[in-house]
Nanobody, 126 residues
Framework: VQLVESGGGSVQAGGSLRLSCVAL????????MGWFRQEPGKSREGLGS???????SVEDSVKGRFTVSKDDAKNTLYLQMNNLRPEDTAMYYCAVDPRPTCPRDEYGRYRNFEIWGQGTLVTVSE
């Protein structure tokens, strides 16, 4: 069981990237999948998720620029990132919460993501 992210790289501010996360060895169509990012020395930040019913949630911090989608036939999760900014520079991870929905705690943080990919680095320059 493995999640493999790809699509990261270096881009100038204002540019776009599409990250992909393919699930190998297991089908996660019945579960919640999500995207996170982490900058060195900072805590991990949830970006968005899609549940079993393909209901998408995107965090306010990136809403309007980032879109989350999933192709169950390809067992792949996507993160489309537009109008990138230098502050978007981070390691980006996909993850699975082995539940059909994407529950959060009382602070609005994702609660149960358990399976993680190794990440793909996104670097945005001025």
């Amino acid at each position: 069981v493995q999640l493999v992210e790809s699509g990261g790289g270096s881009v100038q501010a204002g540019g776009s990237l599409r990250l992909s996360c393919v699930a190998l060895g297991y089908t996660y169509s019945k579960y919640c999948m999500g995207w996170f990012r982490q900058e060195p020395g900072k805590s991990r930040e949830g970006l968005g998720s899609v549940d079993k019913d393909l209901t998408v949630s995107v965090e306010d911090s990136v809403k309007g620029r980032f879109t989350v989608s999933k192709d169950d036939a390809k067992n792949t999760l996507y993160l489309q990132m537009n109008n990138l900014r230098p502050e978007d520079t981070a390691m980006y991870y996909c993850a699975v919460d082995p539940r059909p929905t994407c529950p959060r705690d009382e602070y609005g943080r994702y609660r149960n993501f358990e399976i993680w990919g190794q990440g793909t680095l996104v670097t945005v320059s001025e």
